[in-house]
């Protein structure tokens, strides 16, 4: 009796450690979701894509340089972000929310016309990675991948995990850090808050926003080298990882920070013990019906703004 406890507990301990770690994962993909909307009230359909695109960069980076992949951050971020930039300034902002009100819209056509552009964009994109890498799986390789930190005789989590969540707290806590005591991080907050309000203090909103689609996109790029090292990924394979991000978001609450560390979190030790009890099969019903429940309890999210 005893002894089955004991290995009950164990259970236990293994699963909300490693859905733990795996929230940390899943916190990263997410958290350039979470601004987007939270900033720009845009839901990127292509977010997924992006960090396919961010994982092959970090690939072609390696194919030059034999380094860490750790050290393709260095190149993949500055990348990413200069991505983001470009595409609010020269796509997006036309078909924003704030375009629509500026041209005498109503809001929701606003909401729609960066679904269908982004969406657009999610082909696009996989169709030139197709045609630029084949369909062959790729996988970044690294020395973490089998490592893992042993807490006890029958209790260990995953190195790379591991890493991967400090890697998912300081993110957060520099992007919060950023948008609470730059000036940079102010003026975006305000363009959320009240972009026409932010314009006659003198900011520019347009501007303001291709930051935070820069910034989103640079998250998405750490997000991605991290899908590299960690599993195997294919041209077509951005729309998994945005249903990931999506539930993460509508957990912890669209445009919270705070809300993609715990919403992680949350759909990550439930996946993992479902999986535990009920089988591999229970991970992604698992997360389902959570999310769901949190949808019908509170569907503003646990840490919605």
Do not use: C
Request: charged residues 10%; proline residues 3%.
């Amino acid at each position: 009796m005893n002894e089955d406890l004991y290995w009950i507990g164990i259970d236990i301990a293994n699963g909300l450690l490693s859905g733990t770690m795996l929230g940390g994962y899943y916190a990263v993909i997410s958290i350039g979701l979470a601004l987007n909307f939270g900033v720009m009230r845009q839901v990127n359909l292509a977010h997924g894509d992006w960090l396919i695109v961010a994982a092959y960069l970090a690939v072609a980076f390696l194919g030059i340089a034999n380094v860490s992949p750790f050290w393709t951050l260095a190149g993949v971020i500055p990348v990413m972000y200069g991505v983001g930039w470009l595409i609010q300034r020269v796509l997006l902002a036309r078909v924003s929310v704030q375009a629509a009100e500026r041209r005498g819209m109503a809001p929701s056509i606003g909401l729609m016309s960066p679904l269908l552009v982004t969406f657009g964009m999610s082909i696009v994109i996989g169709q030139g990675l197709l045609a630029l890498f084949d369909a062959n799986a790729q996988a970044i390789r690294n020395d973490l991948s089998y490592a893992a930190v042993r807490l006890g005789e029958d209790l260990s989590v995953s190195t790379l995990r591991l890493v991967f969540f400090v890697i998912a707290v300081a993110m957060l806590i520099a992007v919060q850090t950023f948008l609470n005591t730059t000036h940079a991080g102010r003026a975006i907050r305000a363009a959320a808050d009240d972009p026409e309000v932010a314009a006659l203090m003198g900011m520019h909103p347009a501007r303001v926003h291709a930051v935070a689609s820069g910034i989103s996109l640079a998250t998405a790029g750490v997000a991605g080298v991290m899908i590299g090292m960690s599993r195997s990924f294919q041209p077509f394979d951005g729309p998994t990882f945005l249903l990931v991000a999506f539930g993460v978001v509508i957990l912890g609450g669209l445009g919270s920070m705070t809300g993609a560390l715990v919403g992680g979190v949350i759909l990550g030790i439930t996946q993992v013990l479902s999986g535990t009890y009920f089988g591999p099969s229970a991970q992604l019903v698992g997360g389902y019906i959570l999310i769901l429940l949190v949808l019908a309890v509170k569907p503003q999210g646990l840490f919605s703004k």
